[in-house]
């Protein structure tokens, strides 16, 4: 099952036909990439999650608080992607996130009332909770310098600005420099603020998305979670897209522990390429 529905196939019908970039938007997965970030409010006492990190670990019990009796750790860099649904990227679970575990220490994101049912879920308080891992929620732009596309990066304040020189670099070749990226804090009263039926990828358990402006999954607006994703458009600069992806699938920070395998649930990871593009595989055993 290629890792991102929807997304790979855009990717592979450029065969031949993709621009070169010179190796600029081709995200390192190097570990002297790996790089300690200070990140606020951690369960079990955390105090940074780590750029390009392995993530994993024991799992353990959370022993006093709001979320006393719950999971946390064990979510490893092989489980990172999602998919365009609210909830989903937790190993081994369905779509959801109300009263699940931390596989990843950091809560999955809020958007209040909008959205389907498995969205309306305030346990984790507003976009603005202050006690959230990693700071309350921030949006970052990311626009092409080739065509009227538009993508959001959801997530904590911490991760949201870890990404940013991360993505620039990563990404510059394909990055409108005239859009700032800098990350500001999510309004859920804004009418323009990214909506849950925007997204087109989720990671580390929901508690990050990337969005595209102007796309509308009416799948997302239902209570029906089988109902199948709305495609995305087909006049987008999929060059970007392709980056963005990539570069938070292999850098989102993670927060380490001594046993990189301890949440795999029977999932590797492998990677090879297509056409100059990054292509990572899930090889799914005993989840479905």
């Known amino acids: ?46 105090k940074s999650a780590t750029m390009y990190g392995n993530g994993g670990g024991p799992v353990r019990t ?17 489980d990172v992607y999602g998919n365009r649904k609210y909830g989903s990227g937790y190993p081994g679970y369905p779509i959801g996130v109300a009263g699940y575990g931390f ?18 879920s305030n346990e984790y308080g507003s976009p603005d909770n202050t006690t959230r891992p990693g700071g309350p929620m921030f949006t970052s732009t990311y626009a092409s310098n080739t065509q009227n596309t538009t993508f959001y990066f959801v997530a ?45 990828q989720y990671y580390r358990a929901s508690s990050a998305a990337l969005m595209l402006a ?37 850098a989102i920070p993670l927060v380490d522990g001594a046993n990189p395998a301890a949440w795999n649930f029977g999932v590797t990871l492998s990677v090879y390429t297509i056409s100059g593009f990054w292509v990572l595989h899930h090889v799914l055993s005993g989840i479905l």
Request: charged residues 15%.
């Open 1 to 46: 099952m290629v890792y991102v529905p929807g997304i790979t196939k855009a990717l592979v019908r450029r065969k031949g036909g993709g621009k070169n970039k010179g190796g600029k938007s081709s995200p390192s997965t190097s570990s002297s990439k790996k790089s300690p970030k200070s990140t606020r409010n951690l369960p079990l006492g955390k």
């Open 62 to 78: 959370i022993p006093s608080g709001v979320f006393a009796g719950r999971t946390v750790g064990g979510g490893t860099r092989a």
């Open 103 to 120: 596989p990843y220490f950091f809560w999955p994101l809020t958007f209040g009332g909008n959205g389907a049912y498995y969205v309306h």
């Open 156 to 200: 904590d304040n911490d991760t949201a600005t870890a990404m940013v020189p991360i993505i620039q670099q990563n990404c510059s070749s394909v990055l409108d420099s005239g859009v700032s990226n800098t990350p500001v804090p999510y309004n859920l009263s804004d009418p323009n603020a990214p909506k849950p039926e925007q997204a087109v």
């Open 214 to 250: 102007g796309y509308n999954n009416t799948a997302q607006l239902s209570d029906n979670t089988s109902l199948p994703d709305t495609p995305l458009p087909t006049n987008i600069d999929t060059d970007l897209l392709a980056c963005l992806n990539r570069t938070i699938g292999v």
